[in-house]
């Protein structure tokens, strides 16, 4: 067999699992070598082979060298999910964590379903959540398993038998044996059906800083593996032409100067655009940047975003559809002491994650495959199988490490891997069946579109005498990111995409409130919107924490005392974290002169987060935070340290987008390109951080994505408090510097 022959046959079958037998493996850059996992942990040597492994179930493999490799269902892009799921896995099995290794899941949508999903995916920070029970009883099965074939082989008692560290041994007797002694003889038993899982009093990883990330190593001496590192006999690199306006299509192109270009190999039309197929990367720049393309622009989206926020602050004049209502809100506010109204406005965003997209695609005589970092596999698994005019079972999905996502690469439409998918069927039907790598510039990634969306919201409330809130009203304005898309059917209730209102139709404080009510105004526009890292709750609780401060402040009240006092027992854990944040950043205490701080209350992913942020004004006009303190309630802490970089990480992501962000459209084009102006937080920008995580028996619910909403009201309110400027119009820039 040729060396280019099982490379090709290796990244068809290498994460398929067969029936018990397990071929480790590691792409090291720029070639293919038989080793363990993705780079994730020490390598076995590259002739090593895992016979007969023992495999009781879908996410565990153990072999005779000991080794337990962890199947993840879900993508690693950052966050730290490869190290969730094999640190329970491995505490309900007692492993030695040094022999953990992760590898990714076949795309197999009957054995590794998101739980919240019906389909393979990751997003609304669920990774962990819904496979809690799900890997606590793979990992028990295993140890069960092991344990039984120790009785059998040493004829005593299971119940006499304990595991520890990836030993099992029996007291008694003094025998012991390791993981891959017993593999072969646990797997011809068969497995049970109900084993017991731990009481969590029982724990000696979960909830300890003892499990490290496994894809840090990899990631630091540069033999990770991701998508734009893949290099195949015969590859070819693509970029496509685009439309610059959203809803234009191809009218007719030239490409004489493009074919000019050295390396470039074809150019073929497809259906989003016309695509530059060159033996390089830069071969295939230099080639696009010649291409003449003439769009049909009739169908086109020509309104800028200043035009669209015009609309939408026209549409806020007006009723939409009911959110959420309790008591008469109207007659409230009428007979209130105080009334104070606000409008705020929130720009389009891009996810901008730190590798563009990108994706490879080869079509085969007898099926395709597809490698990516794939956010949405059985979607991109159907949409590349139509591109390629395959069944979906033809089509094998391999998930890559991706650099960052926040949302972008879970789209309804499976952009990158359509494009991928056209295009390699576009070059097959030319006789050229060689493997295509398809690759977004940062421009392409920043002027492509599946937006954060742009919403306005308007508020109104009503404060009483002694300063309590009566009556509340709260519209809402913007696009659906679900309408449209397949998802619509059943996440769209009566017209009402949760999205757009959560965080806000939920509020903590409602209950007591005696008037509330919260509307939706639902908008279309051409610009495809999408999900961003914490979706809905991005606006929703800038808006809400932000109000209530200025009511806090019109009723000449403490906001850390009136969020409090807002807070019925039903929202002890609300209640909870604040105090905890408050107490720890020494609220109540003066701040170190020139400085102020501002606090923020939110609940998101069945998370709950206080952030204080402390904040001063810099020379240009522009808050600068100097510090923040989170206090954190996400369930069961499985890994600590990875919730404290999620909530640093997310801090930066959220602070960053507040204060410099938005994407500008100007007649229907986007001229916003790239980091110098859509800008991330620079490192010394970045504030101190403290997390403080409360301890908790509830199971673990989503930590990816919770830490953003806060950042952005908590230093709102600081610079409020510091200023006695209200920041109603994100980005801080623009506000503040007309930027």
């Known amino acids: 067999m040729s ?85 329970i896995l491995a505490e309900e099995l007692d492993a030695d964590w040094t022999t953990i290794r992760v ?82 003889r646990a797997g011809q038993l068969e497995p049970p059906t109900d084993v017991a899982v731990k009481d969590p009093s029982e724990f000696t990883l979960i909830g300890t800083d003892t499990a490290r990330r496994v894809d840090i190593p990899a990631k630091s001496d540069g033999t990770a593996i991701f998508t734009a590192d893949i290099q195949l006999p015969g590859m070819t690199t693509a970029l496509l032409a685009r439309p610059p306006r959203f809803g234009a299509t191809v009218a007719s192109f030239d490409a004489t100067d493009t074919r000019k270009v050295p390396g470039v190999v074809d150019v073929v039309e497809v259906p989003r655009g016309v695509a530059v ?22 169908a086109a989206e ?38 104070l109204e606000a409008e705020f406005e929130f720009p389009f965003l891009a996810h901008a994650p730190m590798e563009p997209l990108d994706a490879v695609a080869h079509l085969r005589e007898d099926g395709a495959d597809l490698w990516a970092g794939s956010q949405l596999q059985t979607l991109d698994q159907t949409v590349a199988a139509a591109a390629f005019g395959l069944p979906p079972e033809k089509v ?81 304005v913007g696009q659906s990111v679900q309408r449209g898309t397949p998802f619509e059917a059943f996440l769209v209730r009566n017209g009402i995409d949760n999205t757009s209102v959560e965080g806000a139709g939920n509020l903590a404080y409602a209950p007591k409130i005696s008037g509330f009510d919260v509307d939706l ?37 403490d906001p850390v005392e009136m969020r409090l006092a807002m807070l019925d027992e039903a929202h002890a854990r609300h209640r909870a974290v604040l105090e905890l944040a408050a107490d ?65 990480g997310g801090i930066g992501y959220g602070l960053g987008a507040a204060l410099f962000d938005e994407v500008v459209i100007e007649s229907g084009r986007v001229v916003t390109s790239n980091f110098h102006d859509y800008r991330s937080l620079r490192i010394h920008e970045m504030p101190a951080v403290e997390v403080h995580i409360v301890a908790s028996g509830e199971a673990p619910t989503g930590i990816g994505e919770p830490g953003v909403p806060p950042i952005a009201p908590a230093v709102a309110n600081a610079h409020a408090a510091l200023t006695g400027t209200v920041v109603r119009r994100l980005p801080f820039s623009r506000s503040l510097q007309g930027a």
């Open 584 to 648: 720890k950043a020494g609220w109540g205490t003066d701040p170190p002169a020139g400085r102020a701080r501002g606090v923020a209350l939110h609940e998101s992913f069945g998370s709950f987060i206080a952030q204080i942020a402390e904040v001063s004004l810099g020379d240009d006009g522009m808050p600068r935070v100097h510090k923040v303190v989170c206090a954190v309630d996400c369930g069961i802490a499985i890994n600590p340290d990875n919730i404290r970089a999620q909530i640093e």
């Open 3 to 87: 060396a280019s022959t099982s490379r090709r046959d290796f990244l068809r079958g290498g994460l398929a699992f067969g029936a018990g037998l397990v071929v480790g493996f590691h792409w090291s850059r720029g070639h293919l070598a038989a080793s363990t996992g993705a780079g994730l942990g020490p390598m076995v040597p590259s002739s090593h082979a895992i016979g007969d492994a023992f495999a009781p179930n879908a996410f565990v493999r153990i072999g005779s060298d000991d080794i337990v490799r962890v199947v993840s269902k879900h993508i690693e892009f950052g966050q730290g999910t490869y190290t969730g799921l094999a640190t």
């Open 302 to 339: 020509w309104r800028g975003s200043d035009d669209i926020a015009r609309e939408y602050r026209a549409l806020a004049q007006h009723r939409g559809m009911k959110v959420a209502r309790h008591g008469d809100p109207e007659t409230a506010i009428d007979g209130a002491t105080q009334v």
């Open 277 to 298: 197929v060159a033996e390089s990367f830069w071969a295939a720049k230099k080639g696009r940047d010649a291409l003449r393309v003439t769009w049909n622009e009739r």
């Open 521 to 557: 105004v639902t908008t279309q526009t051409g610009i495809p919107v999408l999900w961003w890292r914490s979706v809905g709750h991005t606006h929703t609780a800038y808006t809400t924490e932000v109000f209530f401060d200025e009511l806090a402040r019109a009723a000449g009240r």
């Open 103 to 184: 590898e990714s899941s076949a795309s197999d949508t009957a054995r590794y379903a998101n739980l919240a999903f019906g389909q393979m995916g990751t997003g609304g920070s669920t990774a962990i959540p819904n496979s809690w029970m799900q890997f606590r009883q793979a990992g028990a099965t295993a140890r069960a398993l092991l344990v039984a074939a120790a009785a059998d082989a040493w004829d005593v008692s299971a119940s006499e038998i304990s595991v520890s560290q990836g030993v099992v041994s029996h007291a008694a007797s003094g025998r012991s044996a390791r993981f891959g002694e017993l593999a072969d």
């Open 396 to 476: 094998a999905v391999h998930t890559m490490l991706a650099g960052g996502s926040f949302g972008r690469r879970a789209t309804p439409d499976g952009d990158v891997a359509s494009e991928a998918a056209s295009i390699a069927k576009a070059l097959a039907d030319q006789g050229k069946r060689n493997p295509v790598k398809v690759m977004w510039t940062r421009e392409d990634d920043v002027r492509g579109g599946r937006y954060r969306p742009m919403y306005i919201h308007r508020l109104r409330a009503g404060l009483d005498a002694s300063g309590g809130i009566v009556g509340w009203q709260h519209r809402i």
